[in-house]
């Protein structure tokens, strides 16, 4: 598949996208924590890097 993108336009175009703290990961974030559930962040060890786990429930 073609890129209609230069390289560059490419690189600043991804390099703009958030990986962290984006604004629905930020509600979900709020609303886990009123419902008392207690989660960790951007765990490194485990694949994918996922935003948001439980590890007393193991999820």
Do not use: N, Q
């Not at 209609?4 to 490419?10: D, I, V």
């Not at 924590?33 to 590890?55: M, Q, S, Y």
């Amino acid at each position: 598949m073609t890129d209609r993108l230069s390289k560059e336009a490419r690189s600043a175009l991804m390099r703009s996208i958030r990986a962290k703290d984006t604004k629905p990961e930020l509600i979900v974030r709020r609303i886990a924590h009123r419902l008392g559930a207690r989660f960790r962040l951007h765990r490194k060890d485990l694949p994918g890097t996922p935003d948001l786990v439980f590890p007393s429930r193991r999820l």
